[in-house]
C-alpha cells in the first residue's frame, strides 16, 4: 500500500568502490520517484529523481534506475568518495506529496 | 534564490507545554508541507497546504497538533500539549505547484526535544 521498503538500513564501501541502494513499491500509480542525501543534523536534498516516463537517469557519479513493471528503483553511486557518506532516502510521488523509505546509511571509508 | 526558512532551529520543552514551529517556504512556491522526522526513520507527511488550503491533513494528530497558512505565504505548526513521543525534526518543505511530479525543497528542520 502505502509504504516504500528501502535496503540496506546501512552499507559501507570503500573508496572508490560503487554503491547501490533499492527501494520498492506497491502503487502502481506513483509516477515520481526522488532520492534525497541527508547530512547529519542538515536538511534532506534532492541529489537525483526519475519520473515513470523513462528508466534511467545518470548525473556524473549518480544513476537512478527505474523498474516501473518490478515497481522497483535504485540510486547507484560509482567511485564513491568520503564525503559521499550521509544518509540517503528514497521516496515516492503519491497525490503531490512523497512518501518516504526509512534511509540507507552509507559510510564511504577512505 | 533563497530557501526555505525555518525558526526555531532548537526547542526543548516539558511534556504537556505548547510549541509553535514557523516556515517561510520559497518565493512563489504554491505548496508548502510540514513533515514530521523521527530519528532513524524518514519524514513522515503530516500537512499540506495549496496555498492558504489544506489538500491533506491525514496524518496530522488533530487532537493536538495544528497548522495554518492563513495568507498563503508562511505558515506555523503548533503542538498543544507536547508529548514524549513528540521529539523528532519537524521540516517544512515547499514545491512550485505541488503537483505529484514537483520537486520538493527542504528547510533546515527544527529539533524538537520533549523531556
Known amino acids: 500500500g502505502e509504504n516504500v521498503e528501502q535496503h540496506p538500513s546501512t552499507l559501507s564501501v570503500q573508496e572508490g568502490d560503487s554503491a547501490v541502494i533499492k527501494c520498492t513499491y506497491s502503487?502502481?500509480?506513483?509516477?515520481?520517484f526522488p532520492w534525497y542525501k541527508q547530512e547529519l543534523g542538515k536538511r534532506p536534498q534532492l541529489i537525483i529523481d526519475i519520473r515513470s516516463n523513462v528508466g534511467e537517469k545518470k548525473d556524473q557519479r549518480i544513476a537512478v534506475t527505474l523498474n516501473k513493471t518490478a515497481k522497483h528503483f535504485s540510486l547507484h553511486i560509482t567511485e564513491t568518495q568520503p564525503e559521499d557518506s550521509a544518509v540517503y532516502f528514497c521516496?515516492?510521488?503519491?497525490?503531490?506529496?512523497?512518501?518516504f523509505g526509512k534511509g540507507t546509511k552509507l559510510s564511504v571509508k577512505p | 534564490e533563497a530557501g526555505v526558512a525555518q525558526s526555531p532551529r532548537y526547542k526543548i520543552i516539558e511534556k504537556r507545554q505548547s510549541v509553535a514551529f514557523w516556515c517561510n517556504p520559497i518565493s512563489g512556491h504554491a505548496t508548502l508541507y510540514w513533515y514530521q522526522q523521527i530519528l532513524g526513520q524518514g519524514p513522515k507527511l503530516l500537512i499540506q497546504?495549496?496555498?492558504?488550503?489544506?489538500?491533506?491533513d491525514s496524518q496530522l494528530p488533530k487532537d493536538r497538533f495544528s497548522a495554518e497558512r492563513l495568507k498563503g505565504v508562511d505558515s506555523t505548526l503548533k503542538i498543544q500539549p507536547a508529548k514524549l513521543e513528540d521529539s523528532a525534526v519537524y521540516l517544512c518543505?515547499?514545491?512550485?505547484?505541488?503537483?505529484?511530479?514537483?520537486?520538493?525543497?527542504f528547510g533546515p528542520g527544527t529539533r524538537l526535544t520533549v523531556l
Open positions: 521516496a515516492r510521488g503519491s497525490q503531490g506529496n512523497l512518501i
Open positions: 518543505a515547499s514545491s512550485l505547484l505541488g503537483q505529484r511530479t514537483d520537486t520538493q525543497y
Open positions: 502503487d502502481s500509480a506513483s509516477n515520481y
Open positions: 497546504f495549496q496555498n492558504n488550503g489544506v489538500v491533506d
